[in-house]
Every structure is written in C-alpha cells, then in structure tokens.
C-alpha cells in the first residue's frame, strides 16, 4: 500500500513539474515576444528602464522556471534525493519572491491610479522632442495606442510642457494620425498644436491601455493563481517524495 502511494505521488509530481515546464516555457515566450513585437510596444519598454528591467526579470524567470520543471520531472521520475531536495529548496525561494512580489503590488497600486499619472504627467512630461526617459516613455505611450495625456488632452494645461512650450497647446504626438482620413492640408497640424482645432488623437492613455489590456490582466492574474498552487503542490509533492524514498 506504501508502495503504490509513493508510486502515486511520484507520478503526480511529475505532471505538477511538466505544468510548471509549461509555466516556464510560457513566460519565456512573453519576454521575447515584448522584446521583439513590432506593434512598438518595444519601444515603450526600452524607453523605461523599470519595465526594461521587469522582461530581463520574465525572462530569468520563465528560463528558472523551465529548468526546474524539468529539474523535478527527473528528480521524480528517477528517485533521485538529492534532485528533489534541491528542487524543493529553489521552488521555495521562487514561491516566496512571487508571494512578496504579490504583496508589494498591492501595497503600491495607488501609484497605478489616474491621478497618479496625471500628476507625473504634469509635472515631468517636456515634450514630443525631449530626450527625458519619462517624456520618451509618454511619447512611446501616445503615439502606440493613438491617445493624447492621461484623461484627455486638457492634461496639458498647468503643466511643466506648456511652460516649456508656450505657443503649444498639446505635444506633436497628439496631432499625428496613424492613417491619413479624408483631406488633410498642410496647416491641420499648427491649428491642432495651438488648439484651434480638436487634437486627432483625444482619447486618454490610461482608458486606452486599459481597454487594450483589459482581458489580459485577467489572464495574467488567474495564470498567477495558477502557477502559485502549482508550486504549492510540487513542493508538498517533492517533500513527501523525499521522505518516502528509502
């Protein structure tokens, strides 16, 4: 009967471990995928060093994570304790970082509010031309998703861009278009700089980005969930194992 439960622990570890290959495989592909999309979402990211920074963490992530799925499918399937000992331990030190990396997020999401950014916005952001790595990162953001401030292009007034460009209303990336509708003359773009006329581009960011990433913050949070009760068993999986192990 011992046997056969160890047998059946053995096997069950082996499947949690092929899911969290999977989990690793996954987030590999993500890192890539923002590192080489062509949509410019790249751009965005290299003009932040924070977000630049969090793919280097995916993609270290997803590469630990698919060594250690593999780490403890062989660790199960050959019996191994010194395998399993060593896979328990990292699995442990990763299930901690992404608990504490849980936690933190949701100590700090008043900084992922609207006014947050509309505050950051107004007094930071320099311009369509400036090199500063929030304007470029803002810039990157307006010209992606064809939007214009945080709220709305009002964001502008009273802000440290229209001190710096007082002859503009709102920056150049607010009145470029994606696609050409219709007759567009030549003084459009002046007119839409100094406000005579609406900018083409007057949604806000933050509904834009949100709606773009709407379904995908779901997935990304159930994925979480998923990936963290996944790790939860194979650690309980793997100590049994190596206690049973003779």
């Known amino acids: 009967m011992e046997g056969d439960c160890l047998s059946c622990i053995k096997y069950l570890m082996f499947i949690f471990n092929f899911f969290i290959f999977l989990g690793g495989t996954f987030l590999l592909g993500v890192g890539v995928w923002v590192l080489l999309d062509p949509t410019g979402f790249r751009e965005i990211v290299a003009a932040n060093p924070l977000l630049f920074t969090g793919v280097y963490v995916i993609l270290a ?15 199960a399937i050959r019996e191994n304790k010194c395998l399993l000992l060593f896979f328990f331990l990292l699995i442990l030190v990763i299930f901690l970082a992404e608990l ?3 936690i933190l997020a949701f100590i700090f999401r008043e900084h992922l509010t609207r006014e947050y950014f509309t505050r950051e916005l107004k007094r930071h952001y320099q311009g369509s031309n400036s090199s500063d ?11 992606t998703f064809d939007c214009c401030g945080v709220n709305s292009p009002e964001d502008f007034d009273d802000s440290l861009f229209r001190l710096l460009n007082q002859n503009k ?7 470029q278009r994606s696609e050409v509708v219709g007759d567009v003359t030549s003084f459009s773009k002046e007119e839409c700089l100094k406000g005579s006329v609406v900018p083409y581009n007057n949604k806000g960011c933050y509904s834009a980005v949100v709606d773009y990433f709407h379904t995908y913050i779901y997935l990304a949070g159930a994925l979480a969930i998923v990936v963290l009760t996944i790790e939860l068993f194979a650690m309980v999986f793997a100590l049994c194992l190596f206690r049973g192990i003779q």
Not at 61 to 75: A, E, N, S, T
Not at 133 to 143: G, P
């Open 169 to 175: 209303i709102v920056p150049e990336v607010c009145c």
């Open 133 to 143: 790595v929030l304007s470029s990162t803002w810039n990157a953001i307006m010209s």
């Open 61 to 75: 992530m997803g590469l630990l994570l698919f060594l250690l799925g593999f780490l403890g499918c062989c660790g």
């Open 100 to 102: 504490a990396a849980a």
